[in-house]
């Protein structure tokens, strides 16, 4: 079955310094990887995605993700963390099983604080 | 642009009610989802529209969730004789074109709903 963990419930960092979301997947093909943050009573905002080629992907507000077939990894990532990061962050993976095979399965959220 | 719209924000019912949740996609997506994230959790896929016809139901938990797009735009999900495990944030997203999976979905705020 196709899944998405993110192993860290909280991450906390000081501003101004990178910061690290960690997102493992498992899926039986090629994986399309997603990473949306939500703000406190807003929708999910999408940040960034992998669906191929360089394995460094940019996005949004300066995140960036490196996607890592060995690791099987998609961590976010940020050279300089502001106090306006903190928020919730989901990875999420394309279900390849799905029957129309467009849903996304994301993981359990990992908050992020920046502290001033 | 005008963004993903859901409607009520919130809702509290009565265990046993009727309730219908409200979601206008983006101007010209064709495909639609409804996803529902309880808390502490990230979103569970629902249900995923293309066009008029709902493309994968699989998600929907039993015979008590139904939702329609009869136009191919506005969709409403309904759930009859609520039970307080309903309770959860129903969100809806929607995406140009479902079929390739590799596009970004766009979220809407969500709807609150309380099932007391």
């Known amino acids: 079955a196709q899944s998405v963990a993110q192993p860290e419930d909280q991450v906390n960092v000081a501003e101004g310094n990178p910061l690290t979301v960690k997102c493992t997947y498992s899926?039986?093909?090629?994986?399309?990887l997603f990473w949306y943050v939500q703000y406190p009573n807003r929708g999910l905002q999408f940040l960034l995605k992998?669906?191929?080629?360089?394995?460094l992907v940019k996005g949004s507000y300066g995140f960036e993700a490196e996607f890592n077939k060995s690791q099987t990894s998609f961590h976010l990532k940020k050279p300089s963390a502001l106090v306006s990061d903190s928020a919730l962050y989901f990875c999420?993976?394309?279900?390849?099983?799905?029957?129309?095979?467009?849903?996304?399965?994301f993981g359990k959220g990992t908050t992020l604080s920046v502290s001033s | 642009g005008a963004g993903v719209s859901q409607t009520p924000s919130n809702k509290v019912t009565e265990k046993g009610k009727y309730v219908e949740l409200r979601c206008d996609p983006i101007?010209?997506?064709?495909?639609l989802y409804w996803y529902r994230q309880s808390l502490g959790q990230g979103p569970e896929f629902l249900i995923y529209?293309?066009?008029?016809?709902?493309?994968?139901d699989s998600g929907l938990p039993n015979d008590r969730f139904f939702a329609v797009r009869p136009e191919g735009s506005v969709s409403t999900l309904k759930i009859q004789r609520t039970e307080r495990g309903d309770s959860a944030v129903y969100l809806c997203?929607?995406?140009?074109?479902?079929?390739?999976?590799?596009?970004?979905?766009?979220f809407g705020p969500g709807t609150r709903l309380t099932v007391l």
């Open positions: 899926v039986s093909g090629n994986p399309y």
């Open positions: 992998y669906i191929t080629g360089d394995n």
């Open positions: 999420a993976v394309r279900d390849l099983f799905n029957q129309a095979g467009t849903a996304l399965i």
């Open positions: 997203a929607s995406s140009p074109s479902g079929a390739s999976g590799r596009g970004e979905q766009f």
């Open positions: 101007s010209g997506h064709t495909a």
């Open positions: 529209f293309q066009g008029t016809g709902a493309a994968d």
